[in-house]
């Protein structure tokens, strides 16, 4: 299993990701292709687990593709109010 897989919490052992290890979900944004990003938020959208997912990614800032979001349009929903700071 690689990193970053591993990192997602284990009420997550049965997440879309997991399935697709050859994606970078926790990547350094620039190296992530524009393709990449789109297969990875569809296969979030097909999760049970992206509403926790992407809370638990607010909790505790984390980096990559979590519940269908990058930390880049996370940060940019708390600042507009739409997410909760401290969730
Ligand atoms: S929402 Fe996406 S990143 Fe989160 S567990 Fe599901 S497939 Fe993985």
Redesign the pocket.
């Known amino acids: 299993m690689k990193g970053s897989e591993a990192s ?1 919490p284990p009420l ?1 052992a049965d ?4 399935e697709h290890p050859e994606l970078k ?1 926790v990547p350094i944004q620039s190296r992530v292709s524009p393709k990449q990003l789109v297969e ?1 938020r569809t ?2 959208m097909s ?4 509403a926790e ?2 809370e638990h990614a607010i909790t505790h800032d984390e980096h990559g ?4 979001t990058t930390e880049v349009e996370r940060e940019r929903l708390k600042s507009e109010g739409r997410l909760p700071a401290d969730a």
Not at 47 to 50: E, G, M, T
Not at 65 to 68: E, K, N, T, V, Y
């Open positions: 997602r997550m997440a879309k990701c997991r979900w990875m296969i979030c999760c049970s687990h992206r997912c992407r593709m979590w519940g269908g």
